[in-house]
């Protein structure tokens, strides 16, 4: 029989589809390369590999305060890389436009590169490059993933 506390002695590679990096409120005003980090497991990969499993977007804000912000014009790419090179994209490279995040309660899951459904990763962070930007707008953003080893 298992104790009461076996989860908690299980580590990230002991789970599959784990959240492995988490941003929240990270604005879309501003475009270009890098405009947010998304440290591996906070940080804490440090030479170890992952693979990501799903990257997904929600909880559109309006950093100015006031109503939901419709960010569907939004256009992001997410890298590997923080100089924008997207040949190492983890998400379509030509960026991918948040067509379902339209107000409160959206989301949507962005669509991986067919390389990431084989490749295990080792970059500390992933970075997000925004190629349309939506003034005042702001969202959470989620990766998940299984660690393969720490």
């Known amino acids: 029989m298992s104790s009461a506390d076996s989860v908690s002695q299980n580590t990230q590679d002991s789970f599959s589809s784990y959240r492995i990096s988490f941003a929240q409120g990270q604005s879309l005003v501003t475009t270009g390369n890098a405009t947010t980090t998304l440290p591996i497991l906070n940080g804490g990969i440090q ?12 909880n559109p804000s309006n950093i100015a305060g006031g109503a939901v912000m419709n960010v569907a014009a939004a256009n992001v790419t997410i890298l590997t890389s923080n100089d924008g090179n997207t040949a190492n994209s983890v998400t379509t490279n030509v960026g991918q436009t948040l067509a379902n995040i339209s107000g409160a309660n959206t989301w949507q899951d962005l669509t991986l590169v067919a390389a990431t459904a084989s490749t295990a990763y080792t970059a500390n962070a992933l970075f997000v490059k925004v190629g349309v930007g939506v003034t005042n707008a702001a969202v959470n953003i989620s990766v998940f993933g299984d660690v393969v080893s720490f």
Request: hydrophobic share 40%.
């Open 47 to 58: 030479g170890g590999q992952y693979i990501i499993r799903r990257i997904t977007i929600a």
